[in-house]
Structures are given as structure tokens and as C-alpha cells.
């Protein structure tokens, strides 16, 4: 069977109808999503919008930001039943989402981080060191078989310098795809922040396929980031598989997010 994949960073969910139109008109079995926000409180839109179509979800937050009530999540929707979950937790004192209060920051708003007047150069990666990230697995019932889909985002630093946070993540992806359910095959995508010629990125390819190592950018022209110097080449957003055979990987531009949408084929 054919099992197509959708990896995007949701620029904060800026349009979640536009989000699920993209999951429904381009016939996407499973997605992994990044920067789900919504208020404290309440229930992500892609909850609704996801049951209207027929699909299931399930998300993992990441940190909640007490300044302005805001959570973030990543989260995965399955055309497939989600027979089980996971979320494993890192830089969380609790192996929870951390309220990150506002004695707690250094510098201005990390959650949308549109705010660059207060950073040091060369100091973002210190300044994001604050935030807890969810590792969110999913355990997909085929129909002809069982799948691991599993998502994160990392933090972030200047110009996806790689960081010993980005390292540390990745030591604990590869030990969850090695020792955890090893034998399902497993898709595993996300927003690193880092380019494919990195230590994280080795370190995840020591037990699965890296896929987008060849594509030259996965951000899209409208990114923030491009506005302050920031290289061109850079391919963020990664896909890796284990036990799938994997037909190709292509890049969408979209108009609702700051990131190009990575489609991917695999057979199982």
C-alpha cells in the first residue's frame, strides 16, 4: 500500500481551513504538524476541522507561555486509526509542558519570537533554551499493518546554528526509534532548525533514512527571517523513515505558512 505524508511547519496555525483543505484535496494519509497555538484553555480548531473529514488527531504541547495564555503544540493527523500515543518530554523538570512565566525570559516574546530588538547576536539559542519540547508518537492502524508516525519541533537559534539542545533531541529520537516498537516501520518528520550537514541530523540517520537531505530549502520567500541576513539553502524541515520503501519527497509552496509544505510517498 502507498502512504502519503505531509511534513509542515503551520506558521502559528495562521489558517487551519486552509490546513486541512491542503490534508483533504492532496489525498495526505498522515501529517505531522508544527506550531499548533491556540489559547490555554480551549481546543486546538484542527480538532473540529479534523473530525469533519473523517481523520483522527492527536497533539503534544510543547510549553504554554503565561504572558499571553498561549499554547504550542505539534500534532499529527492520521487518515488511519490511532490505536495508541505517546509524548516524551525534553528540558522539562516535570516530563510536562512548562509554564514558561515572565520572570522567566530572557529578552521579549518567545512564542512567536517576532521580536528581535532585545537578541544578542549569536544568542537566540540561549534565549530559546528556556522552552520544554514534546516528542509526540503515534502508533496508525493500517489496515495492513501497524505505523509509527512520530513529530517534534526544536529550538531555534541564529542562523540554525546547530546547538547542544538540537543534539540532545535527536540522542533521544534515535533511541526511541531503536528500542521503542523497533520493529514497526516508523515516518519521522519535523521543523529541526538545522540544515541536513549537522551532528543531529547524523545522529538521527545512524537508524532511519533521511529523505530531504537534497532539498535546498524548505522556507518559503515570505519567511521573517530572510529580512535579517539569513542564508539561503537552508533546508529545515526533515523526513526520515525506517521499514518503508520511500518513492520520492517533493517541496509545495503554500500560501498559509512561512514554510513550504514536504510531501512524501512511501510503500509499505
Given amino acids: 500500500m502507498k502512504i502519503k505524508h505531509l511534513q509542515l511547519n503551520t506558521s502559528i496555525l495562521r489558517s487551519p481551513e486552509k490546513v486541512i483543505r491542503l490534508v483533504r484535496e492532496g489525498e495526505i494519509d498522515v501529517a505531522c504538524l508544527q506550531e499548533i497555538t491556540y489559547t490555554n484553555g480551549e481546543q ?10 473523517g481523520y483522527f488527531y492527536i497533539e503534544g504541547v510543547h ?3 503565561e504572558s499571553n495564555n498561549q499554547l504550542l503544540a505539534a500534532a499529527i493527523i492520521s487518515k488511519f486509526p490511532i490505536v495508541d500515543y505517546y509524548v516524551n518530554y525534553y528540558n522539562s523538570p516535570e516530563y510536562e509542558p512548562k509554564l514558561i512565566k515572565e520572570s522567566d525570559l530572557i529578552g521579549k516574546n518567545i512564542l512567536g519570537d517576532n521580536e528581535e530588538v532585545d537578541n544578542f547576536p549569536g544568542s537566540r539559542g540561549l534565549k530559546h533554551w528556556l522552552k520544554s519540547r514534546a516528542i509526540l508518537t503515534a502508533v ?3 489496515g495492513e499493518g501497524m ?8 529550538t531555534v537559534s541564529d542562523h540554525c546554528t546547530e546547538t547542544v539542545q538540537m543534539y540532545e533531541m535527536s540522542k533521544i529520537i534515535s533511541s526511541l526509534v531503536k528500542f521503542s516498537n523497533n520493529k514497526i516501520p516508523t515516518i519521522f518528520s519535523g521543523d529541526l532548525n538545522i540544515r541536513p550537514e549537522s551532528y543531529s541530523v547524523a545522529k538521527l540517520s545512524e537508524v532511519m533514512t533521511c529523505h ?3 532539498i535546498g530549502d524548505t522556507l518559503a520567500k515570505t519567511h521573517i527571517a530572510r529580512q ?3 542564508p539561503d539553502g537552508l ?8 521499514g518503508l520503501a520511500h518513492k520520492q519527497t517533493g517541496v509545495l509552496d503554500v500560501d498559509f505558512s512561512e514554510h513550504k509544505a514536504v510531501i512524501s510517498v512511501f510503500e509499505k
Fill in 212 to 214: 530531504t537531505k537534497d
Fill in 63 to 65: 510549553f504554554c507561555q
Fill in 235 to 242: 533546508a529545515l524541515d526533515h523526513v526520515f523513515s525506517k
Fill in 44 to 53: 486546538s480548531p484542527l480538532v473540529k476541522l479534523v473530525g469533519d473529514i
Fill in 147 to 154: 505505523l509509527r508516525v512520530m513529530t517534534t519541533h526544536y
Fill in 228 to 230: 535579517h541576513g539569513f
Fill in 140 to 142: 496508525v492502524d493500517t
